[in-house]
């Protein structure tokens, strides 16, 4: 795939933010009760303030679409290293079964702790994070148990892998479903779709350290992300560290990609969509591709949300559920076309 200029990369970025602005605009402005944009202005810069504008914007519109551009930049970003360090254009967290880890791990929690910790107070909503980590970790650590195979990670093995953690999580986080009393299971039912209906500050504040710290140490290794695209053997030559940043690439990955289920639950696919539409606009490069990436997967989010709280209103679909629409089919011309290609 040829490089593009840094000129055309501007280019993307600025197409982006502008389809962005129009999607901001809709989100903070339409819904059933309409604001224009004087309205969301003077209510952002608290220039005449009203209670009815400040509800519908501080509330419920503003916090909702700030949590759907964070999950879509973690997830995107998350996804293109998982691609980059597995070689392979069809990983993806959900996917490889770190979704499924992650929130297994936080449904364990919120049945350990139902009925004694208020979801919405600060222990619960800060400890979800790190259960999520500590099960995204749990399925990466089995990925690359079975899917390691002389030396390297091989790439059928690791979908076919990812797919049987899925499974084996999946029915884990049933199970504990099914145990939890009814209101319970009908919050975990809701957020394991995916859906960011719930959304609220204190939720946005959870996830900011994990963006803080890990946004900037994927970030500073988009060279080391080009050169996981050499043989192995080629990256040890170089003086790489291959094992200590491969291990750091990973957990970087699924730390985002555990604050992002621990708020939105399990959204699949944006990091699998991502990352393929940003090669085809900017290239393979990662120092053109990360931040490009990150732009693509908030939109996705962003644009996915807004057709899901829009097209049945006054009734919501899951995020999750709009974006599978897509993106299963996707996946499936994907896979199709690499076994092409490997015949």
């Known amino acids: 795939m040829p490089e593009r200029s840094s000129k055309a990369v501007r280019r993307v970025l600025l ?24 309205d969301v202005v003077q209510t952002l810069l608290r220039i005449h303030p009203q209670p009815d504008n400040d509800l519908i914007v501080f509330e419920f519109r503003l916090p909702r679409l700030v949590i759907a551009a964070l999950v879509g930049f973690g997830l995107a970003i998350a996804g293109a290293a998982v691609q980059g ?14 979704h499924a880890g992650a929130g297994a791990a936080i449904v364990l929690y919120m049945y350990a702790f139902q009925g004694q910790v208020i979801r919405t107070g600060w222990t619960a909503i800060m400890m979800m994070p790190l259960f999520g980590l500590a099960g995204g970790a749990a399925a990466a650590a089995l990925l690359f148990a079975f899917a390691w195979q002389n030396g390297r990670l091989d790439a059928q093995r690791m979908i076919l892998t990812g797919i049987a953690i899925s499974s084996g999580f999946g029915a884990f986080t049933l199970f504990l479903s099914l145990r939890m009393n009814a209101k319970d299971f009908e919050m975990a039912a809701v957020w394991l779709t995916g859906s960011i209906w719930n959304a609220n500050w204190i939720y946005i504040l959870s996830m900011l350290p994990w963006f803080i710290l890990l946004t900037p140490l994927l970030l500073r290794r988009t060279r080391t992300l080009d050169l996981f695209q050499l043989d192995e053997s080629m990256v040890r030559s170089l003086g790489l560290g291959y094992g200590r940043e491969l291990v750091i690439l990973l957990l970087c990955s699924i730390g985002l990609v555990s604050a992002c289920v621990s708020v939105s639950g399990s959204i699949s696919f944006v990091g699998l969509l991502a990352p393929h539409i940003t090669r085809r606009l900017v290239g393979p490069r990662h120092r053109h591709l990360m931040p490009v990436c990150g732009l693509i997967g908030v939109l996705l989010v962003v644009i996915s949300d807004l057709i899901a709280k829009s097209v049945f209103a006054p ?11 897509v993106g299963v089919p996707y996946f499936l011309l994907l896979l199709y076309k690499s076994r092409s290609v490997g015949s």
């Open 15 to 38: 197409a982006g933010f502008a389809l962005l602005l129009v999607s901001v605009y809709i989100y903070l402005t339409k819904g059933e009760f309409e604001l224009s944009v004087r």
């Open 85 to 98: 360090v597995t070689r392979n254009g069809l990983a993806d967290p959900g996917i490889l079964g770190i």
């Open 315 to 325: 009734a919501e679909l899951p995020v999750g559920i709009v974006i599978s629409l």
